[in-house]
C-alpha cells in the first residue's frame, strides 16, 4: 500500500498517488494564461481557508468488472466524504464501459478527509455487488483548476483488473463570509425540498380526498340498475407471442366503473366463465366498453381488439346471450348480459298477474320483474297461462316447457356485513343461466324486496338458486347465505320461509328469507326434455379437490366390492359343502322356495309340470 506524497509540479501537471487509487491527470495541451501562474496545492492552503467546495463530473468508466451470468454489469457510482454519501449516480444497466457524464458540488471543511468513490452493480431484490473503491486525496488537488483524472478501482479481496474511473474534479476555496452564504442556501434549498415534498403531499391527500367524497356520493346515490354479466369465452382472438398464441383477459368500463377478468394462459380460444355486477346511473354513459388485452410479465400489456354495447337498445329484465364481433377482424368474445335490479318499475298489462309471463315467450331468455305492489291477479291472464301450457299444445315449441313465478316477499335476522351492525342486502335469483336481481336495501337486517320475477322454464329438472349479498361499492359482494329450490318439489302457492344456508348448501347461516313461488308447466315438453342433454350452466362454483373426499369416496367403493366379494365366497362355500350345516340350510330353503313357486304357479289354474289346464 503506498502512502500519500505532498505532490510534486511538473509543467504545470501534478500526480498524486493515493493509498488505494492511482489518481493520474490527463489534461490536454496547457492554456498559456493560467499554466503560467504557479498553483498551490490544498494541503499547503488548507490553514488559509476555513471552506472549500469541490465540483465533481463524473464522465465514464472503462473494463468495469463483470458481475452478472450473462457477462455484463449494471453499475452505478457512490461518492462519500467524511462518513457520509454526499452522491448517488444512476444506473447504467448491462454496460462495462458506462458513460454518466453527472456534475454535482459538495462542501469541504477539511481537505485532508479524502473523498471515497465506490462502484456497485445493481441486482433487483438482491444485495448489489461491490466492483471496487478508490480514495481520492483532496489536499493534493490544484487550487482553482479543474483536473481530469484516472480513477483506478481496487479490492483487496480481489485480484481481477477492475477498470477505471474517469473524473474531473475542482478544488475552489472560499471565505468565511461564502461559507456562510453557502450553509444559507443549502438550508433554503433543503427547506425548498421539504415544501415542495409537503406541497406534493397535500395534492396527493387532495385529489384522494375529492375520489373519496365521489365514492361516498356514488354510493349514496341508488344506482338505476345493474348490469349482471357472465363472461362466457373468446374466439379467433389474435397471436401476440412468439408462440404463436396469447394470454387474454378482457377489461369492462361502466362510467367510472373498471373490472378485469382473470388471466387465460397460452391461447387464443379462452374460456373466463366469470361473473361480474356493474351499475348503471341515470346521469352517467349506457355504453359498456369491452377490450381485449395479452398479458405480457415484464413489460407492457398489448393490446387486442375491442367492442362496445350501447346498454340502452336492450331489453331490461332479460338475460341476453350475446357474442361481439371486436373490431378489425380481432375475433369475438360471447358473454350473458342482465340489466336488472330496477329499484321500481312499471305496471305491464302483458305479463302473468301484470307482470310475468310475455305474449312472446316462444323465444329463448325471456324473464320479468315487477313491483309486488303492483301485482293483482287476473284470472283471464290465469287461464291463457295454463291454455299455453296445455296437452293440446304440446307439440308447439318443445323449448318452451313452462313458466315459474317467483315472489320475494322479505329476509329475517340476516347476517352483519358492516361495521355499524347492520347490511345492505339484496337477492340475485338464478335458474340456469338467466339471473335477475332485486333492489338493495340499505342499512338493514330484515329487508323487505316486494319482488315479483318470471322466469321461462326450459328444463322442468332445473333448480331454483336463491342467493342473498351484502352490497360493498369498494369491493365485491359479500355472501349472507343461500337456498335451492328444484322445480318438482315447489308447492303452487305456499308462502313459506327458508332457512338460509352456506354456498355449498351444507350448513345453515344466520337469517331466513319468505317466498312464494308457482310453476305451471307441460308435462309432454317436460319429458321430452327430459332425453335431451340439460343446457350448460356456465357460472358453477369452482369444485376444488379434497383429499378428505377422495378418501371417503374410495372407501365406500371399497365396503361395496368387498360386500359383493364375500356374497360369491359364501355362495361357493354352500356348493363345496365347506360347512355341512350352512349347506343343507341352503338347500333346503331353495326347496322351499322352488315349491312355494311351483304351488304358486298351480293356483292360478296352470300345471307347473305339464303346462296345461288342470
Not at 485480484?159 to 475552489?172: C, I, Q, R, S
Not at 377478468?261 to 349506457?286: C, I
Not at 400489456?301 to 336492450?314: N, T
Not at 312472446?360 to 324473464?367: I, K, R, T, V
Request: aromatic share 10%.
Amino acid at each position: 500500500m503506498c502512502l500519500l506524497d505532498d505532490g510534486s509540479t511538473h509543467d504545470g501537471q501534478t500526480h498524486h498517488l493515493g493509498t488505494l487509487a492511482y489518481l493520474e491527470t490527463e489534461i490536454g495541451p496547457p492554456d498559456k494564461e493560467t499554466d503560467s501562474i504557479p498553483r498551490p496545492t490544498a494541503r499547503s492552503v488548507r490553514h488559509q481557508y476555513d471552506f472549500f467546495t469541490l465540483d465533481v463530473t463524473l464522465k465514464e468508466g472503462r473494463r468495469l468488472a463483470i458481475r452478472d451470468k450473462c457477462g455484463t454489469s449494471d453499475p452505478y457510482v457512490k461518492f462519500k466524504y467524511d462518513g457520509k454519501q454526499v452522491y448517488k449516480s444512476r444506473i447504467v444497466y448491462k454496460n462495462l464501459n458506462p458513460r454518466w457524464d453527472e456534475t454535482f458540488s459538495l462542501p469541504v471543511d477539511d481537505v485532508t478527509k479524502p473523498l471515497v468513490v465506490k462502484v456497485f452493480d445493481y441486482d433487483r431484490g438482491l444485495q448489489d455487488d461491490p466492483m471496487g473503491h478508490a480514495y481520492i486525496d483532496l489536499a493534493s488537488l490544484l487550487i482553482d483548476r479543474k483536473e481530469e483524472f484516472k480513477v483506478d478501482l481496487e479490492d483487496p479481496h480481489v485480484a481481477e483488473d477492475l477498470g477505471y474511473l474517469l473524473l474531473d474534479l475542482t478544488l475552489v476555496p472560499k471565505t468565511s463570509d461564502e461559507k456562510e452564504e453557502f450553509s444559507r442556501a443549502d438550508r433554503y434549498f433543503s427547506l425548498l425540498d421539504q415544501l415542495s415534498l409537503t406541497y406534493w403531499k397535500h395534492k396527493y391527500l387532495a385529489k384522494r380526498n375529492r375520489l373519496v367524497e365521489t365514492q361516498r356520493s356514488m354510493k349514496a346515490q341508488i344506482w338505476s340498475s345493474v348490469v349482471s354479466l357472465v363472461l362466457i369465452e373468446g374466439k379467433g382472438l389474435l397471436p401476440m407471442d412468439d408462440n404463436g398464441l396469447s394470454d387474454p383477459y378482457c377489461k369492462f368500463r361502466l362510467g367510472n366503473e373498471k373490472y378485469k377478468s382473470k388471466v387465460a394462459g397460452k391461447t387464443l380460444n379462452p374460456r373466463w366463465l366469470e361473473q361480474f355486477d356493474l351499475h348503471m346511473y341515470d346521469d352517467q354513459t349506457s355504453v359498456l366498453e369491452i377490450s381485449v388485452w395479452d398479458k405480457d410479465v415484464g413489460s407492457k400489456d398489448d393490446f387486442m381488439g375491442r367492442c362496445q354495447v350501447d346498454l340502452s337498445e336492450l331489453k331490461r329484465e332479460e338475460t341476453h346471450h350475446i357474442e361481439k364481433e371486436l373490431e378489425d377482424g380481432a375475433g369475438s368474445v360471447s358473454f350473458l348480459l342482465t340489466i336488472t335490479g330496477h329499484a321500481s318499475h312499471a305496471h305491464s298489462p302483458t305479463c302473468w298477474g301484470a307482470d310475468g309471463l310475455h305474449t312472446h315467450l316462444g323465444s329463448a331468455g325471456n324473464e320479468t320483474i315487477t313491483d309486488l305492489a303492483n301485482y293483482m291477479p287476473d284470472p283471464r291472464e290465469r287461464l291463457e297461462v295454463q291454455r299455453r301450457y296445455s296437452l293440446l299444445r304440446s307439440l308447439r315449441n318443445l323449448n318452451d316447457v313452462g313458466l315459474l313465478q317467483v315472489k320475494v316477499i322479505k329476509a329475517t335476522g340476516l347476517l352483519a356485513a358492516d361495521f355499524g351492525g347492520k347490511s345492505d342486502p339484496f337477492c340475485v335469483l338464478e335458474l340456469t343461466n338467466a339471473r335477475l336481481q332485486t333492489q338493495t336495501i340499505y342499512k338493514t337486517l330484515n329487508p323487505e324486496w316486494g319482488k315479483v320475477f318470471t322466469f321461462q322454464v326450459k328444463d322442468i329438472h332445473s333448480i331454483l338458486e336463491v342467493s342473498v349479498y351484502d352490497e360493498d361499492r369498494n369491493k365485491s359482494a359479500e355472501f349472507l347465505g343461500k337456498v335451492a329450490i328444484p322445480l318438482l318439489r315447489i308447492k303452487n302457492g305456499e308462502r313459506k320461509a327458508f332457512f338460509l344456508k352456506d354456498k355449498k348448501l351444507r350448513r345453515r347461516t344466520k337469517g331466513s328469507i319468505v317466498l312464494e313461488m308457482e310453476v305451471i308447466y307441460n308435462s309432454v315438453k317436460a319429458s321430452w326434455r327430459t332425453f335431451n342433454p340439460k343446457e350448460v350452466k356456465y357460472l358453477q362454483m369452482e369444485q376444488k379437490f379434497k383429499r378428505q373426499i377422495l378418501v371417503r369416496n374410495l372407501q365406500r367403493v371399497s365396503r361395496l366390492v368387498m360386500a359383493v366379494v364375500n356374497t360369491g365366497r359364501f355362495v361357493k362355500s354352500c356348493f363345496e359343502w365347506e360347512s355341512k350345516t350352512r349347506s343343507i340350510t341352503a338347500f333346503i330353503m331353495y326347496v322351499l322356495m322352488v315349491c312355494f313357486t311351483v304351488a304358486g304357479v298351480c293356483a292360478d289354474g296352470m300345471c307347473y309340470c305339464c303346462r296345461c289346464m288342470c
